[in-house]
């Protein structure tokens, strides 16, 4: 149903009529009436472009260059906001060299902050007959087949890795394979999010057998944690998968035994002997009923 109090305009564009309320035809509100998006677009460019457009800043004006007085057209938005012309960087480099120095300079007469004075008093470089004395020295003794006398070796035989002696980038103390490992590392002792591959009751398991032991364990009303502690091994950490508060036994479901899980398994047992744990593999699973 249409509004009431409207009435057909003809598009200024392709000429066809369209239904506009009342408020539509207000001046505040359109200027112009379009039958279509397409005619918008075709309008917009048709009456707000140059002087008519809402970003027009008063186009291009002719000035003169201060250096070589060339005439060149620039917005009336910089013109305003300049004092000096150019036309490009070369005349406004050879107009500061010439009148920009000495008195004319902005900062001429004025004097430099302490820490500035300071700086330059303790940096024997900012004195040029020291500057040209150390350069002469340099100089004469790399002619004579010796290194400058300020190379020091490079950085590359200063800074070696601590652990391995490899050579590291400046202010370095470990080489990458070691600046993160062990006890240096920044999730040593935590446990780390399981990568989001199988979810049962709002939580994320490492494995499909995991959630299925976790839904078995709800099953069969056993209460039941998961990866809720982390154990120590000097330089590796250990987290079993579940532990069952009432039997007090932790769980470790294990599909297969890669070489360095089995060292850290191995390792745990001899260190944490009076931890009671057993490992859950395919055919205790599938004896139990987790897995078919």
Known sequence: MLPKNGKNISCEICGKDKYFAKWEQKPQYRKHFYCSQECNLIGKSKFYSGEDGCNWQGGKIQVECDNCHKIIHKDLNVIKNAKLHFCNTKCMGEYQSEFLIGKNHPNFGKKFPEQSKRMK?????????????????????????????????????????????IQVCHGSLRCKSHANTGILSSSFGKCTNPPQW???????????????????????????????????????????????????????????????????????KRLFKEINIEVFEKNKLSEIGVIK
């Open 121 to 165: 008093k303790n940096n024997p470089m900012s004195d040029k007959v020291t500057r040209d004395k150390m350069k002469a020295s340099s100089k004469e003794a790399h002619e004579n087949g010796m290194p400058y006398s300020n190379f020091q070796g490079g950085w590359q035989n200063k800074y070696k890795c601590i652990d391995c002696g």
């Open 198 to 268: 199988f979810k049962y009751n709002k939580k994320y398991f490492r494995s499909s057998w995991e959630a299925n032991f976790a839904k078995w364990c709800d099953l069969s009303n056993v209460k039941w944690d998961y990866e809720s502690r982390t154990f120590h091994l000097g330089d590796c950490t250990y987290t079993p998968d579940f532990y069952l508060p009432e039997f007090d036994l932790w769980i470790e479901i294990k599909g297969y035994w890669r070489k360095d899980a089995k060292e850290k398994f191995t390792k745990f």
